[in-house]
């Protein structure tokens, strides 16, 4: 069945650095891949999302990219800051029961940026 | 103030018992969804309603019903059938589950079976 492998599973980073999460999938068919932001004890956020007639998008210090061939896909944050500490899902859009609409999603980053 | 509610925050259920979560949104949405996630683990996907008085199921719907026979509220139930039930549940909506779009989520639930 189709599955989204996520990686690495936790990650810390230094203040003012980057980090990159990386992301491939299975389902030949996807053409949407979004990104949650989940703190603690809430839910997810949306942050930034890229369909599949683009390789890249980019907002402010989080970028996407998105290699079709490949079926994989990358978020990357640029200077970190402390307030980006948080657990980070990608996912990607399914076909499940004739809905487009579904999505299936990866286990999920833990980022910490340290001060 | 648009958005997706979810009751009540904090839920504890006797082995055994039938419990149900509330979710509502006035967000005016078409589609709603019920996802479990456990501990190091992504969204797991149990129930979704396209429409009004339409549902079906996910992933993981064993144990699990739902209703949705107003456009605001799709209420999930974990029976005494689900033999694993303390989790963390997610609500979501989106415009439409037809095509992909962004689906909101609600603040979730957590279940802890005593």
């Known amino acids: 069945g189709e599955n989204v492998e996520q990686h690495p599973s936790t990650l810390s980073v230094q203040e003012g650095d980057s980090a990159v999460i990386k992301c491939t999938y299975s389902?030949?068919?996807?053409?949407?891949f979004p990104w949650y932001k989940q703190e603690l004890g809430k839910g997810p956020q949306l942050i930034i999302d890229i369909r599949s007639n683009v390789g890249e998008k980019k907002d402010q210090r989080i970028a996407v990219t998105l290699n079709k061939t490949a079926k994989h896909f990358s978020l990357h944050i640029t200077e970190t800051q402390p307030e980006d500490s948080a657990v980070y899902f990608c996912?990607?859009?399914?076909?499940?029961?004739?809905?487009?609409?579904?999505?299936?999603f990866g286990k999920g980053t833990k980022l910490s940026v340290k001060p | 103030d648009g958005g997706i509610t979810q009751s009540p925050k904090y839920l504890f259920r006797k082995e055994g018992q039938n419990v149900t979560l509330s979710c509502e949104q006035n967000l005016n949405h078409d589609a709603m969804y019920w996802y479990r996630q456990d501990p190091g683990q992504g969204l797991r996907l149990i129930y979704y309603s396209q429409i009004v008085n339409d549902f079906q199921k996910g992933d993981i719907a064993e144990g699990y019903s739902v209703s949705r026979e107003k456009k605001e509220s799709f209420p999930l139930t974990v029976t005494s059938a689900q033999k694993n039930p303390t989790a963390f549940y997610l609500c979501?909506?989106?415009?439409?589950?037809?095509?992909?779009?962004?689906?909101?989520f609600g603040p979730g639930t957590r279940l802890t079976v005593l």
């Open positions: 979501a909506s989106s415009v439409t589950s037809i095509t992909y779009n962004e689906q909101f």
């Open positions: 996912a990607a859009s399914r076909n499940y029961g004739g809905s487009q609409g579904n999505l299936i």
């Open positions: 389902d030949s068919a996807s053409n949407y």
